[in-house]
Every structure is written in C-alpha cells, then in structure tokens.
C-alpha cells in the first residue's frame, strides 16, 4: 500500500506562484510514476502533469505547459508541482496520484490507470 500526502496549497493572486509537494511512503518511490491532477467545482477530475519514476520523463496538460513544471526527489520519497503565472481558471483541489506502470500521454492522462491518491489540496487563485 502506498500513502500520499499533498500539501502546499492556499490562496493566491492571479500571477503568483505556489509549490505543491506529495510525500509518499510504503512503497520504493523510484519504482512509482507520478501524476498531479486538479478538480473543480461541478467538473471532472481533469490531469495536470506527470513524470516518470526516474525522472526523465514528463508530460504535460496544455493548458498549464510553459507554467507549471513537476519534478521529484527519490532521496525524500517527494513529487513536486511548480505553479508559475496561476490564473483563476487554475482554482481547484490539487490530487497527487501513483501508479506501476509508465504509458503513453493518453494513458497517463486518465485518472483511473492511477492505483494510488492523496486526499488533495486546495488551490485557490483569485483575480
């Protein structure tokens, strides 16, 4: 069993920046690839970025690509969201996820190939 804890949200102004972080344990956290993803009010949960379990590979939403960066540290078992430049459309739970298997963009895009969540923190980003 893997636990992820997020932490790092709160309440910003448009333009600012904020740092996400997902501790993880119970697992060997090189071996997990892992994912940021957002949900908002009414709608679904939506995918924001990923990388892989060494770190040499990304992917990126479009709508946060050029803004946001994830990047990780095996030694502290942590995966980091850098957020630059937030806008309010960018307001809503952040979850970290984990998952086994790396795939492609569509595959790690979609919230149900992730075997393992954090219970989410709040972003809030006002104009």
């Known amino acids: 069993q893997v636990q992820l804890v997020e932490s790092g949200g709160g309440l910003v102004q448009a333009g600012a920046s904020l740092r996400l972080s997902c501790a993880a344990s119970g697992r060997t956290f090189s071996s997990l690839n892992m994912g940021w993803f957002r949900q908002a009010p009414g709608k679904e949960r939506e995918f924001v970025a990923a990388?892989?379990?060494?770190?040499?590979?990304?992917y990126f939403a479009d709508s946060v690509k050029g803004r946001f960066t994830i990047s990780r540290d095996n030694a502290k078992n942590t995966v980091y969201l850098q957020m630059n430049s937030l806008k309010p459309e960018d307001t809503a739970v952040y979850y970290c996820a984990a998952r086994v298997h790396w795939g492609t963009y569509n595959s790690m895009r979609g919230p149900s190939g992730y075997d393992f969540w954090g219970q989410g923190t709040q972003v809030t980003v006002s104009s």
């Open positions: 990388i892989s379990g060494s770190g040499g590979r990304t």
